[in-house]
C-alpha cells in the first residue's frame, strides 16, 4: 500500500448525499481480475451519457478541476455495495482523499486498505469547503500527521482518525505481513477453540 | 467506576474470538467462515500469489459462483457463459479454489446459488460464529446470532491468509419490534419501515440486534430477509438471538455438528443471549402493529412510503433535501404527490438474497395461483439456490408461476445487481424484491421499486404498484 503523508491538490466539490458505491464504479466494471485500469469506470453513469460522451455538467468533467486529487461529497458517501472496486477506481483516477460527513463502514475501511485516506468533518466545516472549491478557489493541503485540512481562504479544520489506522497509513503498512507476526497467537487460539467449541473442527 | 453492565449478544460473540488487541484499540479477530465468490476475490488471490502465500483454513472457506452466472443453460457449465469477462471470472475462481483445496458449489450444482442463501442451506452458517465474505449483504446470517459481515477485497486476502480480520469493535444497537403484524405485511415491511425510520446512515458504526416478540415470531426465512436489509440501515452486521427455530432450522443440515457435537454446540448456542442488564448505545422501538405494505419511491432505500401513500412533493422540504428530492423523481419518473400505486410498472423481480427462499416462492404463489400477470408486465422468478428451485419444484409452484406467465429462472443474483444478462432497460420500472434501489444497480437508467415478494406478486398482476391487501 502506498503511505500517506501529505498532499496538496485540487479538490473537486461533488454535492450529492448518498453516493453509493454503485455509482463511484458501475457493475459493468467488476469483472476484472485486477486491480488497475478502473478509472475508466469511475463516476461512469454519472460522467459519460448513454453513447459514451463526457456530460458537461459534471465536476470531474470541467476542466477546471481536472487532475483534482482530492474529492468534496455529501453526506453518507460510499453506502451499498462491498466493492473495493470504488476505492481503487478514484485511486486510478489520481483522488487521494474524500471529503464528507459520514462514510458508510465498509467503504471506509477499504480506503484504509488502500491509502485513500477519508475525513470525516462536521456539516459546517464541509459546507465552507464545499462552496471554497465550488468558487474555483481550490487547491488544498491535506497533512495527515497533523490531522489539519487547510484551504486556500486560510480555513484550517481539525480531523480526527483512529490512531492505529492513522500510523498504518502514514507508514504503508501491509496489515497481513503484520497479523502474520502474531501467526503464534492465532495457532493458540486456534487450539484454544478446539478444545472450547468443538463442533466447529471438521469431523 | 461504574457498576459492570451485562454483555450483549455481540459483545459474547466479540469476546469470544478476540485472538489480541493492540493499544489503538485494534483487536484480531477469528473467523469462523469465510464465504468467498467470484466477483471480489480475484485479486486477493493475485496478492497471495504474489506474496508465496497459502490460504490458511481452506476448511473453514466455501465457494459459491453467483454474481455473474446465467439464469439459464446453467448445465452447459462456464465454458458456455457467452459473456466473455464473466466467464474469465468464474474460470478464475474456479482455478483459485482448485488451488488452494477450498470446497466449491459451482454453478449448474443443485446446492450452488446465492452465497447467502446458500450458507445457511448447507448447514454452514451457525450460531455464535463470526462469518465474513466480500459481500455486504452477509449480514444475512446474522440471522443465525452470527456476527457476519461484509469486506472488501483486502480483507477477502487477510482473512484467506490469516483466518482473521483486524478490526475495531462497534457500537451496540437495539432495535425492538413489539406487536403483531397486520396481514399482508412482514419482514421486508418491517425492514422498509425501519430504514425509512432511521435513515441509511442510521446503524453507521453499530451491530444492530433485533429483538421483541415480533422478531421472535418471525421465521428463519424472514429473519434472514431482516438481518439482510441491515446493511441498509448502514450497520454492518444484524443479529438475532438464536431460539427453538433456529436449532430446528440448522439440525440435520450437511455441515451442523451432529450426535454428541450437536449436543455439545446445542448447549454453548443457548447461552447466546444479550444479559437483561446489558447496555446500548442506541434503542429504536417499532410497533409493527402500525406498519403497512410498504415500498421505495427514489434511489435509496431510506426513501419509502406506505403502499396507500403519495411521492413527496419537495416544495414542502428545505434545502438540500429538497433537490434530492427533485433528482430522485426526475430519476424515477415519478410526479410530486402522485398516488405510489398508480405507478406503471414494465417488469417484476422476485429473487436476490434478500428474498429469494422458498417461504419468499410460497407467497408470491398464494397471491398468482389463478391469476395473470398484465399483459404489458415481463415477470422473472429466479430461486436462491438449486435446492430451492428443486423445492419449489416439487410444490408444483413452478407450474404456478407459469401459468401466470412468470418466467422462471435458474439460481443467482441475477437482476439483484444484473452483472448477467438479465436487467433493465433504461427508462423501465421494476417491482423488483431486491435490496437495493440506486440510480442504475439494475441497469442503467432502470427505475426500481423495492417491496416484498407478496407486493411483487400483487404488482405483477395489477400490472402497476399496488396493495397486496386487495389480493388476499
Ligand atoms: S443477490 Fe444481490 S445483494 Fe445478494 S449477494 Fe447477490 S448481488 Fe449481492
Redesign the interface.
Known amino acids: 500500500m502506498q503511505p500517506f503523508t501529505q498532499l496538496t491538490a485540487k479538490a473537486a466539490p461533488l454535492d450529492v448525499a448518498n453516493i453509493d458505491t454503485d455509482q463511484i464504479i458501475p457493475k459493468q466494471f467488476l469483472k476484472t481480475v485486477d486491480r488497475e485500469g478502473l478509472a475508466q469506470g469511475l463516476f461512469y453513469d454519472l460522467r459519460f451519457d448513454a453513447d459514451g460522451k463526457e456530460k458537461s455538467g459534471f465536476v470531474l468533467n470541467d476542466p477546471n478541476y481536472a487532475r483534482a486529487g482530492v474529492l468534496i461529497v455529501g453526506d453518507n458517501f460510499g453506502c451499498g455495495s462491498s466493492r473495493e472496486h470504488a476505492p481503487w477506481a478514484l485511486l486510478d483516477f489520481g483522488i487521494r482523499c474524500v471529503i464528507s460527513t459520514s462514510f458508510a463502514d465498509i467503504f471506509y475501511n477499504n480506503c484504509f486498505q488502500n491509502g485513500l485516506l477519508p475525513i470525516a468533518l462536521p456539516a459546517e466545516q464541509v459546507r465552507a469547503l464545499m462552496s471554497e472549491a465550488k468558487g474555483g478557489n481550490h487547491v488544498f493541503d491535506i497533512d495527515l500527521e497533523t490531522q489539519t485540512v487547510s484551504a486556500p481562504s486560510g480555513a484550517r479544520f481539525h480531523f480526527d482518525i483512529d490512531p492505529g489506522r492513522k500510523e498504518k497509513m502514514l507508514k504503508g503498512l501491509d496489515a497481513i505481513g503484520e497479523t502474520l507476526q502474531a501467526a503464534s497467537a492465532i495457532d493458540d487460539y486456534e487450539h484454544r477453540q478446539a478444545l472450547q467449541r468443538p463442533w466447529l473442527e471438521p469431523a | 467506576m461504574p457498576a459492570m453492565s451485562g454483555q450483549t449478544l455481540y459483545d459474547k460473540i466479540w469476546d469470544a474470538h478476540v ?2 488487541t ?1 493499544a ?3 483487536s ?1 479477530l ?1 473467523i ?1 467462515l469465510h464465504l468467498i465468490h467470484e ?2 476475490t ?2 486477493a488471490f ?1 496478492g497471495l500469489r504474489a ?1 508465496h ?1 497459502p490460504v ?1 483454513r481452506p ?1 473453514r472457506t466455501l465457494a459459491v459462483a453467483d ?2 452466472t446465467p439464469t439459464e443453460g446453467q448445465a452447459l457449465g462456464t465454458g458456455a457463459v457467452a ?1 466473455l ?2 466467464r ?2 468464474l474460470q ?1 475462481l474456479e482455478r483459485n479454489v482448485a488451488e488452494h483445496g477450498i470446497e466449491f458449489l459451482p454453478m449448474g450444482d443443485p446446492r450452488n446459488g446465492i452465497v447467502h442463501v446458500v450458507g445457511p442451506e448447507q448447514g454452514r452458517t ?1 450460531p ?2 463470526t462469518i465474513v465474505c ?3 449483504h452477509t449480514s444475512t446470517h446474522g440471522a443465525f446470532g452470527s456476527l457476519a459481515q ?6 477477502v ?2 482473512v484467506l ?4 480480520l ?1 478490526q ?1 469493535k ?1 457500537k451496540n444497537m437495539r432495535v425492538t419490534f413489539t406487536g403483531t403484524p397486520a396481514p399482508g405485511v412482514g419482514a421486508k415491511d418491517f425492514a422498509l419501515a425501519l430504514i425509512g425510520k432511521i435513515g ?2 442510521g446503524g ?2 453499530h451491530v444492530i440486534e433485533y429483538t421483541g416478540e415480533a422478531v421472535s415470531a418471525l421465521s428463519m426465512e424472514a429473519r434472514m430477509t431482516l438481518c439482510n436489509m441491515t446493511i441498509e440501515a ?3 452486521a444484524g443479529l438475532v438471538a438464536p431460539d427453538e427455530k433456529t436449532f430446528a432450522y440448522v439440525m440435520g443440515r450437511p455441515s451442523a ?2 450426535g454428541a ?2 449436543e ?2 446445542l448447549a ?1 448456542w443457548r447461552r447466546l443471549v444479550t444479559d437483561p442488564d446489558a447496555r446500548f448505545d442506541r434503542e429504536v422501538v417499532i410497533d409493527v402493529s402500525t406498519i403497512a405494505p410498504t415500498v421505495t419511491w427514489g434511489t ?1 432505500p431510506e426513501d419509502v412510503v406506505e403502499v396507500t401513500g403519495v411521492v413527496p412533493d419537495p416544495a414542502t422540504f428545505d434545502e ?1 433535501r429538497a433537490a ?1 428530492i427533485r ?1 430522485m423523481l426526475d430519476y424515477m419518473g415519478l410526479k410530486p404527490g402522485q398516488p405510489i400505486a398508480s405507478a406503471r410498472i414494465d417488469r417484476v423481480f422476485i429473487g436476490s438474497c434478500t428474498n429469494s427462499r422458498i417461504e419468499d416462492l410460497r407467497a408470491t404463489a398464494a397471491i398468482v395461483k389463478d391469476r395473470k400477470v398484465a399483459d404489458h408486465v415481463s415477470a422473472m422468478i429466479v430461486p436462491g439456490s438449486g435446492l430451492v428451485r428443486e423445492q419449489a419444484e416439487s410444490e408444483g409452484l413452478d407450474e404456478i408461476f407459469r401459468a401466470a406467465g412468470f418466467d422462471w429462472r435458474e439460481p443467482g443474483c441475477s437482476m439483484c ?3 448477467n444478462p438479465d436487467r433493465l432497460a ?1 427508462g423501465e420500472r421494476c417491482a423488483s424484491t431486491s435490496n ?1 434501489n ?4 439494475q441497469g ?2 432502470g427505475r426500481t421499486h423495492l417491496m416484498s415478494p407478496a407486493m411483487a406478486a400483487a404488482a405483477a398482476i395489477a400490472g402497476h404498484i399496488a396493495d397486496v391487501r386487495d389480493f388476499l
Not at chain 2, 461484509?150 to 480483507?155: D, L, N
Not at chain 2, 491468509?161 to 482473521?164: D, K, L, N, R, S
Not at chain 2, 440506486?438 to 444497480?441: K, L
Open positions: 485472538v489480541s493492540d489503538n484499540g485494534e484480531i477469528y469462523d466477483v471480489t480475484p485479486q493475485a506474496a502465500r490458511r476448511d454474481h455473474n459473456d469477462e464473466a474469465m471470472q478464475t451457525q455464535g460464529m466480500g459481500d455486504s461484509g469486506i472488501g477485497t483486502s480483507e486476502e487477510h491468509a490469516t483466518q482473521t483486524r475495531i462497534s441509511t446512515s453507521t458504526g448502514g450497520a454492518r455438528p451432529k457435537a450437536w455439545i454446540a454453548n435509496s438540500p434530492q433528482r445487481l444484473g452483472m433504461p437495493r440506486f440510480e442504475g444497480r442503467r437508467g
